[in-house]
C-alpha cells in the first residue's frame, strides 16, 4: 500500500483479461494514489493479457497516445 507522500504521478494500465495479475491490484492501487493526493491515471484495457507491452494488436489501442497526451497534461516532465 501507498504511505509516502513523494511518490511521483503514476499511469497504471492493466488489462482486464490479464490471467496472471488481477486487474484488481492496479484498481487497490489506484485507490491508494487518489487516497493520498498522488496525480494519477488508471486505464483499464479490455483485452492485452499479461506482458503486452508495445504489441497493439494484442490490445487493439495504441495506449502510448493517451500515456504521451497525460504526460504532457498532468506532468512537469517536458517543462525546461
Do not use: C
Not at 494519477?40 to 500515456?67: P, Q
Amino acid at each position: 500500500m501507498l504511505r509516502h507522500k513523494n511518490t511521483p504521478p503514476t499511469y497504471l494500465l492493466h488489462a482486464a483479461d490479464d490471467s496472471s495479475v488481477p486487474y484488481q491490484n492496479s484498481e487497490i492501487y489506484a485507490d491508494s494514489l487518489r487516497q493520498y493526493g498522488i496525480v494519477h491515471k488508471y486505464a483499464k484495457l479490455e483485452k492485452g493479457g499479461h506482458g503486452f507491452g508495445l504489441n497493439f494488436s494484442r490490445t487493439g489501442y495504441d495506449w502510448t497516445v493517451d500515456l504521451g497526451r497525460w504526460l504532457h497534461n498532468k506532468t512537469n516532465l517536458f517543462d525546461n
